[in-house]
Structure formats: C-alpha cells, structure tokens
C-alpha cells in the first residue's frame, strides 16, 4: 500500500509538468496565427458570382502558402463583385480564415 502512494502522486504531477514544456506549450498559437494570415497575390477574375458572393480567380503561386497557382473561388463583398470585370487583371489580399476572403481587390498594375 505505501508503494502506491509515490505511483498516484507521480501520475497528478507529470501531466501538469509536461503542460508547461517551453518545446510544445503553444502550438494552437501558431496554428490560429497562421490561419488568419493575409495575402496578396495576382491573377486574372474568371468568373463573378453575385449569387453566391464570390469571385473565381485564376492566381498565381502563393509562396507563403505553398500554394501552387490555381484556380479558385474567394469570397467576395457586393461591392467588390462590382469592382471587376471577368478578364481582368488584379492585385488582390485575401485573409486565409476560414473561407479565402478578399480583404482588398485592385486592377493590376
């Protein structure tokens, strides 16, 4: 029975000690900071999808993202659909929250 004492103090302990490591302790930090990063790009509007609020954009690589160029639909405010035209060039940032969202949509310069 005295044995077991050290075990079950051993097994409240460890868990609290490893929750503080320095190496590992804010990892979710990292994960949310880069996952409201913004970015800016350019490319060429393909398609303007009032419905569905959103622009297709056909852009180039995005290194910051290990993105290879593609294309792709980014939400898009009213106002925004309205600033382009499909076959346009633009320069754009988007935030990578959640659904790639234009923050800023500009003709290319």
């Known amino acids: 029975m005295n044995i077991l ?3 079950f ?3 409240v302990v460890l868990p609290v ?11 979710a930090s ?3 900071k880069a996952a409201t990063e913004t970015v800016s790009t350019s490319g ?4 303007i999808d009032k419905e569905n609020g959103a622009l297709v954009i056909a852009h180039e690589a995005v290194p910051a993202l290990q993105w290879p160029a ?3 639909p980014f939400k898009a405010t009213a106002e925004q659909l309205t600033q382009v035209e499909v076959g346009e060039k633009v320069d754009f940032e988007f935030s990578t929250e959640g ?3 234009i ?3 500009g003709e290319a310069d």
């Open 5 to 7: 004492i050290p075990i």
């Open 9 to 11: 103090a051993s097994l």
């Open 17 to 27: 000690a490893y929750a503080d490591h320095p190496e590992h302790g804010d990892h």
């Open 30 to 32: 990292v994960v949310q």
């Open 44 to 47: 060429t509007v393909k398609q």
């Open 70 to 72: 593609m294309t792709m």
């Open 99 to 101: 659904v790639a969202s």
């Open 103 to 105: 923050v800023s949509i």
